[in-house]
């Protein structure tokens, strides 16, 4: 069982350039999730998604395009690169219940120079 | 949103006992009471959740106060690797329920 799995694992990237980070998850849970880590502070939703179909934002949404066409998989797109957007992100997923657990992925350390 | 007070960081010697406390005054009575942790460099994992009851499972036991607004997180035997930042976490009702606020957690330090 895979759980949650984020690519790439690190990446960097020029001022201005576009890039999508992946996340994919095989638990067929409803609910995904992007958050941002800057060094020394909680994570910090960026994005997430009910289901199929359906985003909205979250906490720090500027800068990031989300989508979700498949339960599986829910990527996370800079289309204009910043440095203040370098941060580790996370993916999440878990179902609708409370009373469970969430998973998250092992990151995406995202250096912009 | 519901919030969670937690101390900044904390000190155990190794394999002694463990206890993270966490402040939750507005917790309403449907929330749930989660405890998530992160290793160095990983990401955050699931340690324990409850909602009125204590609980206990291999990685740890929850204590949950009676009137449920503060709760402890009890390692029972630290180790090295239970070195981390623990996050206090409350899940609740309705459409915020999908969604985890972190706060800046507890580091906790494990002494050899």
């Known amino acids: 069982n895979a759980g949650v799995t984020q690519t790439p694992k690190f990446q960097v990237l020029k001022t201005g350039q576009s890039m999508t980070l992946q996340c994919a998850q095989d638990?067929?849970?409803?609910?995904m999730s992007w958050y941002r880590q800057d060094p020394g502070m909680g994570l910090r939703l960026i994005h997430y998604?009910?289901?199929?179909?359906?985003?909205d934002q979250g906490e720090v949404p500027n800068g990031y395009n989300v989508s979700r066409s498949t339960t599986e998989d829910f990527p996370l797109r800079l289309l204009s690169a910043a440095p203040s957007q370098t941060s580790v992100y996370f993916c999440?997923?878990?179902?609708?219940?409370?009373?469970?657990?969430?998973?998250f992925g092992q990151g995406t350390r995202l250096t912009v120079v | 949103d519901a919030k969670t007070t937690q101390p900044n960081s904390m000190e155990s010697n190794e394999e002694e006992p463990v206890h993270l406390p966490c402040n939750h005054s507005?917790?309403?009575?449907?929330?749930?009471i989660h405890w998530y942790r992160q290793l160095p460099s990983q990401g955050p994992e699931y340690v324990i959740h409850?909602?009125?009851s204590n609980v206990n499972n291999r990685m740890a036991s929850l204590a949950i106060a009676e009137d449920r607004k503060s709760s402890t997180l009890i390692l029972h035997r630290a180790t090295l690797r239970d070195a981390a930042v623990y996050y206090c976490?409350?899940?609740?009702?309705?459409?915020?329920?999908?969604?985890?606020?972190f706060g800046k957690g507890t580091k906790l330090s494990v002494i050899p």
């Open positions: 409850g909602l009125t």
């Open positions: 998604s009910v289901g199929a179909g359906i985003t």
């Open positions: 999440a997923s878990s179902s609708h219940s409370k009373d469970t657990e969430a998973f």
């Open positions: 507005t917790i309403s009575g449907t929330d749930y």
């Open positions: 638990m067929n849970h409803e609910y």
């Open positions: 976490i409350l899940r609740v009702s309705g459409a915020g329920s999908y969604q985890l606020t």
